[in-house]
């Protein structure tokens, strides 16, 4: 069996989130990806924001910093451009990253700078008691949409390729073991890569969207995950109600801290 | 601002100045996002850090460059952005953030009239109570002030000692006069400078504990990456940097995030003094304006009035022991200033309603000349 002792912080636990809660499942497979990849804890670095999914610093021991709603990316920019060495991990919601933090987001994505964005996509605030989030779908029951959600969603992975990030997956908690490929692609790459993971809120969402079982989502998740490879070959009919997960985009282009550093190599003065 | 000191003589900004000062601090991080009167330090620090190795960045917005100056000083740079009002107040949060978590970095606000937009190229010292209580929260706050490019330079670099000393985010106040006007300033030698880093924890990481209460109040931040693995948080925490619930942690921490500045105050306040041992009229004065009331004191002297100046050059932690003293001597404090007697307030409080106090507040986007000072302490005389 996998030992996690290693990389966790005992003393934390129990964890805070909800029995059926898929951020625990994203937790481990992020522990098991670096311990494979064989990323140094001291080297590491784990950024948040606020939310349920921003807990998940606290009980990983790496360097933690656990920042205020939204803006975990623009503090890991920092970290990252001052200290180009360190690994920098962003945990963040779908809240915090693309309604609040959203500026953040899509100009960290631009800029290609080396961060590794996972983003637990669970279409709700779930820390604040089940407020609609920008990924909430249209139609869903909210704590304030209680009439249903007039608004439409925001597919987060196709924002992030469009603001020009270099590497963008979406998984899911319930294949766990194609969301540790991925997010091992994404630790990989140089540049901004994001792994949006669709994970179950049953407390927030799933209670007031007749899943208030954790089974129930879970097995939602089983039946409308559909491959990027198989999507490719299904009728717009056979897609409805589903949704892709895999690699979504995958490209070479400068990267901001490399680039910095070829600035500063030029910039030295002559012997 | 004597002429004999040490050191090379350049015509600058007050805005370049605080440029230079930061580079001569060691600051080699800065993240700011235009905004005017600012944008000149932004600007000539994205020429020079460069050139040093240090980094440069224009980020998204106000709080996105505050949380990158957090973000780099956690690494174990000295970090800094630069604003004025309207990004002042974005960056509020984020800046309440950094007292929290007690991460050194300093933030330059050149000021411009509001509220809101306000007066964009024009100057005004409306935010000096902001820089106190902008943030939510209770906590001690370190807001140092400049009348000139020379102070500029010199009080960025005090900025940061101050910032690595008390483990704090540090502001400096200067105004659009300040920033813009271009006059001459000495640089000292790098030798003659004080530079002060923060501790380095005395601890292996097994034992080491980032935010241990000890006396002097300071807690020891290992930079990232060095093999001490802590948690940083806005959260209420205790010694751990973990978040507590415990009422006896968070009291504890709370009350120490105000107390480790008052306890230093003797250290951090630094005030200036024109002719005041005599003095009859007391005027207090900061910024730009300090400058007219060094002229109008000198006149007033030349016509037969014994006025005295009380000039801070740190606002917060307030001086209120100097200001006590001077009430106790004189009839009446003048407080002149760009804004509507936002310091006059402290005066009050510090001297104990033990003089009048009269405020001379300009809020039109100009500088309040000698002459309007002068006719001030005439009618209070
Ligand atoms: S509220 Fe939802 S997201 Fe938050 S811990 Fe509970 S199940 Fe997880």
Redesign the pocket.
Known sequence: MFDYLQYVRQENFPH???A????GIVLKALIRTMDKLGLSQDETVMVSGI???SRTPGYVDINTLHTTHGRAIAFATGVKIANPDLNVIVVT?DGDATAIGGNHFIHAARRNIDLTVLL?N?Y?Y??TG?QCSPTTPRGANASTAQHGNLEPAFNISGLAIAAGASFVARGDAYHVKKLETLIGKALQKKGFSLVEVV????????RRNKMASPVKMMEQLRDTVVSVEKWEKMTGEERKGRFRTGILRDIEKPEFTAEYAKLIEKMRPEE | MSNDRPGKVRMMQGNQACAEGAIAAGCRFFAGYPITPSSEIAENLSVMLPRLGGKFIQMEDEMAAMGAIIGAALTGQKSLTATSGPGFSLKQETKGYASMAEVPCVIVNVMRGGPSTGMPTLPAQMDVQQARWGAHGDRGVIALTAKSAQETYEQTIRAFNLAERYMTPVILLIDEITGHTTEKVIIPDASDIEIVHRKKPDKDPENYLPYRFTDDCIPTLAPFGTGYRYNVTGLCHNETGFPTNDSNEIQCLIERLTRKIEIYEDDIIRNNELMLEDAEIGVFAYGSVARTAQAAVRICREEGIKAGLLEPTVLWPFPTKAVLAMAQKVRAIVVPELNLGQMAREVSLASQCSVPVHKLGRVDGSPIPPQQLVEKIREVV
């Open positions: 805070i989130w909800c059926g809660c898929g951020d939310g349920c999914s919601g637990y669970n709700i779930g820390m089940g994970s179950p809120c049953p407390t927030a969402f799933g």
